[in-house]
């Protein structure tokens, strides 16, 4: 019986003819970061288009600095009272309330029913540049520099995002988001450079120790007087306003 020989397909070790390998390595590896970026870029995409799709509010009143206070008030506003609200971007419980009471206050301002005076604080920093430093300069620079459209807007999505947004964001980032929600390419500049910051800490202070003054002498958010009455319940003001 004669033998033949058999021949077995060589296993070839990937040290052998490596360079064939090492490509295969390298493709794996860039498919893996193109779909990475892909993730990373449709993700933050999507942020932009819901940031644009959801905070987009028309509004009928018109929004100045008064003093300390970012002032929103309609050309109706003749016999209005006057809302003081107190609150720190970085409060929880300022958040609840803007979710709460901002649909209610904004009917209220274009009714010509009141004038509120959004007075924006900071003490929750604790002496740093922390979040309620930065988004309260990024809001300050839109309610100086912008229209009351973008303020309510950008105000509406830091209350809204933030626990999304808080400790997350420098100015740079704010400056993108004021971008997307239509401010102007000068105001989104000023956010980015910080061009505001030491005048916004001015009238956080300044807010802080007229709330010591008309209140019960403690700084704490969110805090609501009308006609300079503390609201106790201050969830409740909009049904107060007859």
């Given at each position: 019986?004669?033998?033949?020989?058999?021949?077995?397909?060589?296993?070839?070790?990937?040290?052998?003819?490596?360079?064939?390998?090492?490509?295969?390595?390298?493709?794996?590896?860039?498919?893996?970061?193109?779909?990475?970026?892909?993730?990373?870029?449709?993700?933050?995409?999507?942020?932009?288009?819901?940031?644009?799709?959801?905070?987009?509010?028309?509004?009928?009143?018109?929004?100045?600095?008064?003093?300390?206070?970012?002032?929103?008030?309609?050309?109706?506003?003749?016999?209005?009272?006057?809302?003081?609200?107190?609150?720190?971007?970085?409060?929880?419980?300022?958040?609840?309330?803007?979710?709460?009471?901002?649909?209610?206050?904004?009917?209220?301002?274009?009714?010509?029913k009141v004038k509120v005076n959004?007075?924006?604080?900071?003490?929750?920093?604790?002496?740093?540049?922390?979040?309620?430093?930065?988004?309260?300069?990024?809001?300050?620079?839109?309610?100086?520099?912008?229209?009351?459209?973008?303020?309510?807007?950008?105000?509406?999505?830091?209350?809204?995002?933030?626990?999304?947004?808080?400790?997350?964001?420098?100015?740079?980032?704010?400056?993108?988001?004021?971008?997307?929600?239509?401010?102007?390419?000068?105001?989104?500049?000023?956010?980015?450079?910080?061009?505001?910051?030491?005048?916004?800490?001015?009238?956080?202070?300044?807010?802080?120790?007229?709330?010591?003054?008309?209140?019960?002498?403690?700084?704490?958010?969110?805090?609501?007087?009308?006609?300079?009455?503390?609201?106790?319940?201050?969830?409740?003001?909009?049904?107060?306003?007859?």
């Amino acid at each position: 019986m004669s033998s033949k020989t058999t021949k077995r397909a060589k296993i070839q070790s990937p040290n052998e003819n490596g360079s064939g390998f090492i490509w295969a390595i390298i493709a794996v590896v860039l498919v893996a970061v193109a779909v990475i970026a892909y993730v990373i870029i449709s993700g933050n995409k999507s942020q932009e288009e819901k940031f644009a799709e959801t905070y987009n509010e028309t509004t009928a009143f018109n929004n100045k600095v008064d003093g300390s206070a970012v002032q929103l008030v309609s050309d109706k506003a003749d016999k209005a009272k006057t809302v003081d609200i107190y609150e720190d971007f970085s409060c929880h419980y300022c958040s609840q309330l803007a979710k709460e009471t901002d649909a209610d206050m904004k009917k209220l301002i274009e009714d010509g029913k009141v004038k509120v005076n959004i007075r924006t604080m900071n003490f929750l920093d604790k002496g740093e540049i922390g979040h309620s430093n930065k988004a309260g300069t990024a809001a300050y620079t839109i309610a100086k520099d912008d229209s009351a459209q973008v303020y309510w807007n950008f105000r509406t999505m830091l209350m809204t995002e933030q626990q999304n947004i808080w400790g997350k964001k420098e100015l740079k980032d704010l400056a993108d988001m004021a971008k997307i929600l239509g401010a102007k390419d000068e105001t989104v500049k000023k956010i980015a450079d910080g061009t505001y910051s030491d005048e916004f800490k001015k009238i956080a202070d300044d807010n802080a120790k007229k709330l010591e003054k008309d209140g019960d002498g403690q700084v704490s958010s969110p805090r609501v007087f009308i006609d300079g009455k503390e609201i106790k319940e201050n969830a409740t003001w909009p049904s107060q306003i007859k």
